[in-house]
Structures are given as C-alpha cells and as structure tokens.
C-alpha cells in the first residue's frame, strides 16, 4: 500500500520559516495537500492542490510538490502556528494521510 | 456557512453495530463527494471511506472493508456510515468531510466512537 512519510517533530523560532516535507513514491504525480489540527479541534485544510491556499488561510503558508516529495512552508512563523500537520494524497482510488508533523514554535 | 455535524457516536461491545450520520448545510450537497476520516486518541488522521455525488463511486480503507457501508441522501443532505463487526481498534473520533477535488476542504467537529467491552 501507499505511504506519505513525515518527520515526526519540526521546531523552529517565531519569525523563522518552517519547512515539512512529505515523501511518497512518485508523490509529485499526485497532488498533495496539507491540514493543521490543533488540539481538541478539527483538521483545517491550507494548501490544496499542491500549492494553493484557500480563502482565509494567510499567504505565509504555501506549497509545492515534485518528484517524491511534497514540501509545506510556513514563513515567518508564529506561535498561532503550532500544532500537527498532515499530508495528503490520492494513490488507487485511496485516500492516503502521512503519520503527521508536531510542530513546536518556540 | 458550510455545516456539516456528525452524529451517532457512542460506547458499543466488539461485534456490535453503531450507524453514524452527518448532517450537511450551507451548501449544495448533492453537487460534492464526501469523506470519512477517523482519528483515533492521541493518533493521526485516517481515511475510512469516500462517495461520489450521485453515490456511484465508493472507496474503502482495507482496514474497513467488507464491515463498514457509506450511503448518502441527497434529499435529506445527508451522509452516513454504517459499522458493523466492530473492533476495539476501531475507537477513534469520526469526521465527515466535503470533498474538494483531491482534499477536503470543511470538516465536522467529529462524533466519538468507543467500542469496548
């Protein structure tokens, strides 16, 4: 079956870029797109179709995808900012999340 | 405003049986593919299942295949997930979610599924 790899934890210091990679065979033929789920609340989408934001989601989030890998950058990161990340990824009429990246901005 | 409100959660034996639904509004729900996507504590995020606007395509996770059924009413905006031969690892918080293109794009707040003996 499909797998989407990320790395379990990212920190970084507030104004920093954060970067979360997501690595899949192939991924870049796909689109990808990414969640923020902070705790006790429900997943919000804020990058479709590899790199597009929807409405109300702030431009220092953006994406790309190519390759085997998705990437999720954060620039000028804030503390609002913290929580898990997921990707996500069509393969074989399946749906396909990564394992999820806490992200600690500290 | 896009709603959609999940219900049906609840504690149930291994075995038993529990029907979720998800009450769609703000939008027109006959016009969107929807999801399920569960969670279970202090885990990730995990599809379940998918089905198509006029419910001619579904998809399954392996993990649930042969034991859960997705249906939905469009008449009644409706969507809903019927679990059967239910499994302790089967515990999670369910969510439906709209369908937008390849993600989804709004979410219920979720309905809590135990099922323990």
């Known amino acids: 079956s499909y797998e989407l790899t990320q790395p379990p934890s990212l920190s970084v210091s507030p104004g920093q870029t954060a970067s979360i990679t997501c690595s899949g065979d192939?991924?870049?033929?796909?689109?990808a797109c990414w969640y923020q789920q902070k705790p006790g609340q429900s997943p919000v989408l804020v990058i479709y179709?590899?790199?597009k934001r929807p409405s109300g989601i702030p431009e220092r989030f953006s994406g790309s995808n190519s390759g085997n890998t998705a990437t999720l950058t954060i620039s000028g990161t804030q503390a609002m900012d913290e929580g898990d990340y997921y990707c996500?990824?069509?393969?074989?009429?399946?749906?396909?999340f990564g394992g999820g990246t806490k992200l600690t901005v500290l | 405003e896009v709603q959609l409100v999940e219900s049906g959660g609840g504690l149930v034996k291994p075995g038993g049986s529990l029907r979720l639904s998800c009450a769609a509004s703000?939008?027109?729900?006959?016009?969107?593919?929807m999801n399920w996507v569960r969670q279970a504590p202090g885990k990730g995020l995990e599809w379940v299942s998918s089905?198509?606007?006029?419910?001619?395509?579904?998809y399954y996770a392996d993990s649930v295949k042969g034991r859960f059924t997705i249906s939905r009413d469009n008449a009644k905006n409706s969507l809903y997930l019927q679990m059967n031969s239910l499994r302790v690892e089967d515990t999670a918080v369910y969510y439906c979610?709209?369908?937008?293109?390849?993600?989804?794009?709004?979410w219920g707040q979720g309905t809590l599924v135990t099922v323990s003996s």
């Open positions: 192939k991924l870049g033929d796909n689109y």
């Open positions: 089905i198509s606007t006029s419910s001619s395509y579904i």
């Open positions: 979610a709209r369908e937008l293109g390849t993600a989804s794009d709004y």
């Open positions: 996500q990824a069509w393969d074989s009429s399946t749906v396909v």
């Open positions: 179709h590899d790199n």
């Open positions: 703000g939008f027109t729900f006959s016009s969107y593919s």
